[in-house]
């Protein structure tokens, strides 16, 4: 009878351990533990037949090593490339497509027109590339953002790293950006962090007060006042 009742626990754990698997992943995978999605992906922010992977897939393939990363609920994106040092792509879509991203709620020195970069531009882009660059990352709304994108087509988002250190956060510390005066969640966060920032005179708050007003080199990042509204993003 033990025998039995032993059986039978062992059997309905089975069952709900094959139940529970099949409902985090309902197609099946290869063996690298990749597949396409065919339902609910929109729930894991994918596209319909998007080729992606659960956990980590270390494999020399191109096409595996661009997919996304399911990690529990939550997709990470692989960074393609670093635009300037609030912009950057990622791998997004089917067949290795990219999708410009936009860091939310925060603004870095225009790296563009190269003649006439602001004061450090460059620094915040290498910031960026040290933090970003090839790395899986969580790309995270604001539940009071209005806009998914700005005008120019960029997806606005917070950018995540597996240990949850968040990206535009980091960018603000460490003086490479500031608090872009929007409507979000982080908004008096973000300023807190910057004002810490200039007490300590980091990054762009020490260095970009001591250029000289007569070099025709480099514009000096507009440190006073704020640019508002989602035009100005870029």
Known sequence: MKQ???ATAITATLILLLSAIAAASPEKTDKFGCHKCTR???RYDLLKNEYHC????NVQSQNIQIAPRIYGNSTYRRVASIIDGDTL???YGIGGKKAKVRLLGIDTPEASPKEKAECFSTQATQQLNKLAFNMFVLLKKDKL?????DKYGRLLRYVILFDNTSVNEEMIKGGYAKAYPSLTTTVEQYKKLENEAKEKKLGMWGECGKAKKNDTSQRLFPLKGERYGSHNIN
């Not at 659960?54 to 897939?57: D, N």
């Open 40 to 42: 609910n992906c929109e």
């Open 4 to 6: 039995v009742v032993a």
């Open 89 to 91: 792509t990622v791998y």
């Open 145 to 149: 953002q209005r806009d998914d994108k």
């Open 54 to 57: 659960h956990g980590t897939a």
